[in-house]
């Protein structure tokens, strides 16, 4: 006749087998393929902020005041500064002068970009 399990062989065996469940998810999200985002997802909000910028620079020839340009953008000062930042790092305008007389213009890649939709 077989000797009944103790209760502790019977958590061993339930402890080892949560284990290798676990390590077995682990390992099937470690290797599974990322679900392709949608091309339909609306633009990032700091995608958006850039384009107001880029879209009045469009509309208006040659350098123009950045304080002018605040105003005109609809945005708040932060989101402004962040969206004239990434503007300028990614080469889409140039800016000219001093501290507090900047001038922003775009730049041949900011013009062919403001004008796709």
């Given amino acids: 006749m077989a000797k009944p399990k103790s209760k502790g ?3 061993g065996t339930f ?3 949560i ?3 676990e390590s077995h998810e682990d390992a ?3 290797n599974a393929i990322p679900e392709p985002q949608s091309a339909a997802q609306p633009a990032p909000a700091s995608l958006d902020r850039s384009r107001k910028v880029l ?4 509309e208006h ?3 123009q005041p950045v304080t002018d340009l605040l ?3 609809g945005l708040t ?3 402004f500064y962040s969206a004239i930042t990434t503007l300028r790092e990614v080469g889409l305008i140039a800016m000219s002068g001093d501290a507090g007389h900047e001038h922003a213009e775009l730049t041949t890649a900011g013009k062919y970009v403001a004008l796709m939709e």
């Fill in 61 to 63: 020839d040659g350098p």
């Fill in 28 to 30: 099937a999200r470690q």
């Fill in 71 to 73: 105003p005109v953008s």
């Fill in 77 to 79: 000062f932060s989101d």
């Fill in 9 to 11: 062989d019977t958590f």
């Fill in 15 to 17: 402890l080892r087998t």
């Fill in 55 to 58: 879209l009045y620079l469009a």
């Fill in 19 to 21: 284990q290798e469940i």
